[in-house]
């Protein structure tokens, strides 16, 4: 023909439409599906490689989940996106029947596969989220690995159907691939649409909106926290330090001893800065702490506080004003304000705690658009699904390719949004990158 094809379905299709395209149409074509291909397959091989090299993203097991979305999106790209460069290419379908059935089969298994993904990855982050304590028995190796099982097994089982007669797998002209011929079967079509869409968006529904208000409800009680804490904390003056030295036999500082005799614990302290200190010391007791915030002290005055002379250690009172007095001891039982190491561990790893949660928030907000953009990508190819069905006028095929490149096209977005949205995948991309660029360069 003048500068066109004509393309037909098979001979055992039910749908006999005839498409004429051009041959600018089909560079058309080919070149976006080529684009595709190129994005999709590197993109996920990219995925692949960072969580396979990286420790610090082999040892979570979510990561598992985002392989195995991953490995539907490479399938796409790998076996489905040739023959279609295929079919346009040659004008139509001229590799048998047998081949379009495992194709269209093929394509069945990844499209669900590529939603139940979506929704055990809902799922996850629910459990992390949500319920935390029960996440690592859920969600250890084992666990997701029984989940990314299920996840392909009742892909396959869904996609099985029109292999023994429930529904047909052909080729489709007006998409120049081979799929479900969805008029074969409308119960079948109606099944499908509630086990793919139906229950995984629920699911979905169900787990981001119960997620939000987890962590709506987390930041209310954190700032009522601070809030109540702020309205509760008074003023206090606070004590620098405080310097015991036991009282030496043949000392002839009274004030001292007399001041030692009986001062040894702190009980109150007075408007104007003064310590008493009650008890009797025990020999064990060299540490009193006193958690109070100081007030700026000069240098002259810790210089002065420590320095030392010939007969005995200075005794040195820092008071809130910031004045000081000096007394004369002996060597100390020492008392100073100090944290413990078990504190100061304890608020590392409630720090740490809070930075993993920090970014399971962030992870999920980015599957929550790898949800998004599927629902975009793929919501239009399912709108000329019901056409073919329901309509006496058959879909466009400019309607029907440019469904079909949108959907192909959710196999490359999601590495992308990976590398926007998640600090830990966007470093690992970097590196890996910089390594190709640099030996390729060398």
């Avoid at 790209?77 to 079919?87: D, H, K």
């Avoid at 892909?155 to 799929?179: D, R, T």
């Avoid at 036991?246 to 001292?256: D, E, H, L």
């Avoid at 998004?372 to 056409?387: D, E, K, N, S």
Wanted: hydrophobic fraction near 40%; aromatic fraction near 10%.
């Amino acid at each position: 023909m003048n500068g066109s094809d004509v393309l037909v379905s098979p001979p055992n299709g039910t749908d006999q439409t005839v498409f004429t395209i051009s041959t600018a149409e089909k560079v058309v074509e080919i070149s976006l599906l080529a684009v595709v291909f190129f994005f999709a397959f590197c993109g996920n091989l990219l995925v692949w490689v960072s969580v396979l090299w990286k420790p610090s993203l082999r040892k979570e097991t979510a990561n598992y989940l985002i392989l195995s979305l991953s490995a539907a999106d490479m399938t796409v790209a790998a076996f489905n996106l040739p023959y279609t460069v295929s079919a346009v290419a040659r004008g139509g379908w001229v590799l048998g029947d047998g081949v379009c059935t495992f194709l269209g089969f093929t394509n069945m298994i990844t499209f669900v596969a590529s939603v139940m993904n979506l929704a055990a990855i809902g799922i996850n982050r629910f459990c992390i989220i949500v319920h935390y304590s029960k996440y690592p028995t859920y969600f250890d190796r084992r666990g997701t690995a029984l989940t990314i099982t299920g996840v392909w097994v009742l892909s396959i089982l869904l996609a099985a159907p029109p292999l023994i007669g429930w529904a047909e797998y052909s080729y489709l002209p007006g998409q120049s691939i081979c799929f479900c011929n969805w008029p074969s079967s409308v119960s079948y079509t109606f099944f499908m649409v509630a086990m793919c869409f139906g229950g995984p968006s629920s699911s979905m529904a169900f787990c981001y909106t119960r997620i939000i208000m987890a962590v709506r409800e987390s930041r209310r009680r954190v700032r009522q926290g601070n809030e109540q804490a702020s309205r509760q904390a008074t003023p206090v003056r606070p004590v620098r330090s405080v310097f015991l030295r036991p009282q030496a036999s043949g000392s002839t500082n009274k004030n001292t001893q007399g001041r030692f005799k009986s001062l040894t614990s702190i009980k109150s302290q007075s408007e104007d800065g003064t310590v008493h200190l009650t008890e009797k010391p025990k020999p064990s007791s060299n540490l009193l702490t006193v958690p109070r915030t100081p007030r700026p002290v000069s240098k002259h005055q810790i210089k002065h506080a420590f320095q030392t002379n010939n007969t005995a250690d200075n005794i040195t009172t820092i008071c809130n004003d910031g004045s000081s007095s000096t007394s004369h001891g002996n060597p100390p039982y020492s008392a100073q304000a100090a944290e413990s190491s078990t504190s100061i561990l304890r608020r590392h790893q409630e720090a740490k705690k809070r930075k993993d949660r920090e970014d399971d928030i962030k992870l999920t907000k980015s599957f929550v658009v790898v949800i998004v953009v599927f629902t975009i990508c793929w919501l239009p190819f399912c709108v000329t699904m019901f056409w073919s069905v329901f309509s006496p006028t058959p879909v466009p095929r400019l309607v029907d390719m440019a469904t079909l490149m949108l959907g192909y096209s959710n196999s490359c977005w999601n590495p992308i949004i990976y590398g926007v949205m998640n600090n830990k995948f966007r470093a690992v991309f970097k590196e890996i990158l910089r390594k190709i660029f640099r030996c390729n360069l060398t």
